[in-house]
């Protein structure tokens, strides 16, 4: 069963304000982005288990994980009910134009014990600014299927990265599984937002502005 939770207003609140700019343009530009992988840390992104693509049409960029699992109950390990991974991320634009981060489309597989809970959380801001408050989507056992949350930003409130500069884009995200009222001695729920285990790779969407 594929579950969809749309934020609407309430994403907004995980950027905060820098100066955009002032001729709003949808089209992407022609020229082709790059995005550079700065750093990779957390215990759901391993070294060499996350991977960073480009849209070929500009519009985003996709991160595929390979190792990013939280579980907990029998067999799992004390730590492993919280996973969590931040990418720092050097997003290079044709000269004239900026971004922000308008969409994000998450999903994976959660295998969720009765009495289990499972929760997606993501925030996103740029480099120089306080982190911001994560948006939960929460997720109730029992439940044996794929998942899909997404992150959505009204244009008006929309965070471009200031104009003719670098910034750092910080996009961090967590998994949490808690077992409640299951039975953790002799069952185990999870939550995965792997590739390799029926999920798709996680989507960020571009909106695109002339810089003034």
Not at 27 to 41: E, G, L, M, Q
Not at 74 to 86: I, L, M, P, Y
Not at 167 to 177: D, S
Request: proline fraction near 4%; glycine fraction near 10%.
């Amino acid at each position: 069963m594929l579950k969809q939770l749309t934020i609407g207003g309430a994403a907004a609140a995980i950027l905060v304000s820098l100066t955009p700019a002032t001729h709003a343009d949808t089209a992407p530009p022609a020229d082709r982005i790059t995005v550079d992988v700065k750093t990779v840390n957390g215990s759901g992104c391993p070294q060499g288990t996350a991977t960073v693509t480009e849209l070929s049409d500009n519009t985003g960029f996709t991160v595929k994980y390979s190792d990013y699992v939280a579980e907990a109950g029998a067999g799992a390990g004390s730590t492993d009910f919280r996973k969590n991974c931040q990418l720092s991320l050097l997003v290079h634009v044709p000269q004239g134009f900026t971004y922000a981060i308008a969409q994000a489309d998450y999903a994976g597989y959660a295998h969720l014990q009765s009495g289990a809970t499972g929760l997606e959380q993501a925030n996103y801001y740029f480099q120089g600014n306080s982190e911001t408050v994560a948006v939960g989507h929460p997720l109730s056992g029992p439940y044996d299927g794929a998942w899909h949350n997404t992150d959505r930003a009204d244009v008006a409130a929309l965070v471009y990265k200031p104009c003719g500069v670098d910034r750092i884009l910080n996009v961090n995200t967590e998994l949490r599984v808690s077992t409640g009222d299951s039975d953790a001695a002799n069952t185990t729920s999870y939550m995965a937002m792997n590739t390799t285990q029926g999920g798709v790779d996680t989507i960020y969407r571009f909106q695109w502005k002339r810089c003034s």
